[in-house]
């Protein structure tokens, strides 16, 4: 009987050191995943640190300690880079520049002087090179301006439909060069969110002009509630493969003549820097571009 109560016992505080020894660790665990979160959701050099003195859990530690250095040294790495990246697109840009505007100031003084057909060809074609030249260099330098935290504005209420309707009026020459008549279809009641107006207009621009490009003499641009807007064309030259790169820094497909490949990525970067999201899938030849701002 007395060995019965003993062994009881013995079993009775063993549990309650397995009890203790479970709550340790699931402190252990909560400490852990509470200074990841920390670490993920803010800009912090922070370790992780926990009050267990369990080897396994101190060595596992350790070791997220040191992938998160590693993840941080990557990112610090990758912030640079592109930071240096901008200023030399900036530099470059600038460089280009100064001789390219004193060639179309030249082109400009040669156009008003006599001369033959074959120069008049010859100087149309060298023209048309560097204005698209001119377009090109500009978007390189508009780049990493745009992406600076300098240039952005404070958010505002802003009503979508009229920004949309003033950034297809701005686009009249170009559709009308093109041949494209849009189809609009806006909502009867106004959608308002708040937002950075600069950089929602400079949105709708780069989705706008890539739809010049890629439209097959069609366009449909749809409003609707809570806030999506749908660019919709004909593109039967593009593939899946093309469509899924499309937002890609620098990636242009070979119909995008005169394209920096810049365009859709700057779209896609301000769109998340204001909540939404922007995409774009292709189906029956049909390219649509979908841009949803959140309420």
């Known amino acids: 009987m007395v060995w019965l109560i003993i062994a009881a016992s013995a079993a009775l505080i063993a549990c309650l050191l397995l009890v203790l020894k479970i709550a340790a660790m699931r402190k252990s665990v909560d400490e852990i995943l509470s200074c990841l979160e920390l670490s993920r959701s803010s800009d912090t050099n922070s370790v992780i640190g926990i009050s267990s003195s369990d080897k396994k859990l101190r060595a596992l530690t350790d070791l997220l300690n040191s992938r998160l250095e590693e993840l941080r040294r990557e990112q610090l790495r990758y912030q640079n880079g592109d930071r240096e990246l901008k200023d030399a697109i900036t530099n470059i840009s600038h460089d280009i520049r100064t001789p390219l505007t004193a060639i179309i100031g ?153 394209s920096t490949g810049l365009g859709l990525s700057i779209a896609r970067t301000l769109t998340a820097d204001m909540g939404g999201s922007l995409t774009a899938s292709l189906n029956n030849s049909r390219l649509t571009i979908t841009l949803s701002l959140p309420e």
């Open 106 to 258: 030249y082109l400009d003084i040669m156009e008003r002087m006599p001369r033959s057909g074959e120069d008049s060809r010859c100087l149309a074609v060298i023209r048309e090179r560097a204005e698209a030249m001119k377009e090109l260099t500009e978007e390189l330098f508009s780049y990493s301006v745009i992406l600076s935290e300098k240039t952005r504005s404070e958010p505002s209420d802003t009503d979508i439909g009229r920004a949309l309707e003033d950034s297809i009026m701005a686009h009249y020459a170009v559709f009308t060069e093109r041949g494209i008549v849009p189809e609009v279809s806006l909502p009867e009641e106004k959608i308002i969110r708040k937002v950075d107006q600069k950089a929602l207009s400079r949105v709708l621009a780069n989705l706008l002009s890539n739809a010049a490009k890629y439209s097959e003499g069609d366009l449909s641009v749809a409003l609707k509630a809570p806030c999506v807007m749908t660019f919709s064309n004909l593109a039967p030259s593009l593939s899946q493969t093309q469509v899924e790169r499309l937002f890609d820094r620098f990636y242009t497909v070979k119909t995008a003549r005169g």
